[in-house]
């Protein structure tokens, strides 16, 4: 970024107004610098302010978005190349390829995954972003007839695949949603550009010599004033995908080649026929650098993997995964049913429950919110100690759902299972296994 948090602060208006939702402007500035902050927020700026700050502020890699309402898929907007350095802030998406060559009923089962392959995992909706429409038929109105179909059985933002500009054209007429157009490649970037200007809409840059192409055919399609572009590469191989999406983001973050400051594309779904092969791509696609992953399949055992990488490398590493405070049911517990609790750390959340299951011991998971903290690292910090847990557990409305009165702790706290035992009136506490691994035996004694 060109202009520090103290050369954005000097063009600020300084009144220190807070609608843009920070308490003055310095801090406005400094969440400015960092990415964390758009500029249209400050309600105040003067035009050479804005005309000033608009290019310095940017982030190096263009947010595009495509879609519109609650379905809008953004992509880019990154800031750095590394997880741990800040964070990444807009997640890739994974679309779902659809011919229309294909058979009725295997674009409606296509469809079913789309729908059905929708999970919820620490309180986030984890499912599908796009549907991409490829016209192979090299038919208009059988291009047509599919999105229309498409567009009956999901609201998510389609890709309109097709290098002739005419069966684009039909597309747009129907679609009217924002889609991303793919694409622009050097013969016909001209009346793409022209199609992506009309409808407003992003517009996918193909290469057809890798990232040389690339460099060279954005400019062309930048100066007829297209800004919101996705760019591919065009390798249909691991090993030259892989690399260049590393360049790409290297060369907008690093080197600062603003051909390649935009979103990119990648498709696993051309690289393999073999479905395990494909997921296994569009992880590393994931992992490195794609904000577009078009695959060919989103069976619930492919899409999951892919749902969970992609939320564990987005989540901000300085902001632990959280899990809700509250009471989990694991399996179908009764008023007999043992009692333990936790914290809300995702990780801590995750390794319990799923150990709780596999005993097939029906329980109630007490989850105290510790802001994200580990057990040990909670109790360290004065956050998991009876003076507190003894509240969250009288409040939960535990005592509701239980008639015996006993909880038990993790077995690293038991120094601690007195000092509960007399804040928790009423109560037993019992000391947990050390390792979650041991719970499924401590859990088939306790209810034996």
């Not at 609201?155 to 695949?161: G, V």
């Amino acid at each position: 970024m060109a202009l520090t948090g103290i050369d954005i602060f000097k063009l600020l208006p300084k009144t220190n107004c807070q609608e843009c939702g920070v308490p003055t402007c310095l801090a406005f500035a400094m969440k400015l610098a960092a990415g964390q902050a758009e500029l249209s927020s400050c309600p105040h700026l003067s035009d050479d302010a804005k005309a000033a700050l608009g290019e310095a502020s940017a982030p190096p890699i263009r947010l595009v978005t495509m879609g519109s309402g609650d379905d809008a898929f953004k992509a880019g907007g990154e800031l750095v190349m590394f997880r741990h350095d800040k964070t990444f802030f807009n997640p890739c998406g994974y679309a779902l390829l659809i011919d229309d060559t294909s058979g009725a009923s295997e674009i409606d089962g296509k469809l079913k995954q789309v729908n059905e392959s929708h999970f919820v995992r620490v309180e986030q909706d984890l499912k599908a972003d796009m549907v991409a429409v490829k016209c192979s038929s090299g038919k208009p109105e059988t291009f047509v007839e599919i999105i229309e179909k498409v567009k009956a059985a999901t609201s998510l933002p389609l890709i309109l695949m097709s290098d002739n500009p005419e069966v684009i054209h039909a597309g747009m007429a129907v679609n009217g949603e924002a889609p991303l157009i793919y694409g622009a490649n050097k013969d016909n970037y001209e009346k793409m550009a022209d199609l992506a200007k009309t409808h407003k809409t992003a517009l996918a840059v193909i290469s057809d010599n890798g990232i040389d192409g690339l460099n060279d055919l954005v400019p062309k399609i930048e100066a007829l004033g297209v800004k919101d572009l996705v760019l591919d590469p065009g390798y249909r191989n691991p090993k030259e995908t892989l690399q260049s999406l590393v360049y790409m983001r290297r060369g907008a973050l690093v080197k600062k080649i603003k051909a390649f400051g935009y979103p990119t594309i990648a498709f696993p779904v051309e690289e393999t026929s073999d479905e395990m092969m494909e997921t296994l791509l569009a992880g590393l696609y994931t992992c490195k650098y794609g904000s577009i992953i078009v695959v060919g399949n989103l069976k619930p055992q492919y899409a999951l993997p892919l749902y969970v990488l992609r939320q564990n490398i987005y989540t901000d590493p300085q902001r632990p995964m959280q899990v809700k405070q509250g009471i989990y049911p694991i399996g179908t517990p009764n008023e007999n049913s043992p009692v333990l609790v936790t914290t809300n750390f995702s990780l801590t959340y995750f390794i319990v429950t799923g150990e709780v299951e596999g005993s097939r011991v029906p329980a109630w998971m007490l989850i105290q919110d510790v802001e994200g903290l580990s057990v040990m690292t909670a109790w360290a910090a004065g956050k998991f100690v009876p003076e507190k847990i003894a509240p969250f557990i009288k409040g939960s409305g535990i005592e509701e759902k239980v008639k015996h009165r006993k909880l038990v702790i993790p077995g690293y706290l038991s120094q601690m299972s007195g000092e509960l035992d007399d804040e928790l009136e009423g109560w037993k506490v019992e000391v947990g296994p050390r390792e979650a691994a041991d719970l499924p035996a401590f859990l088939k004694a306790w209810s034996a």
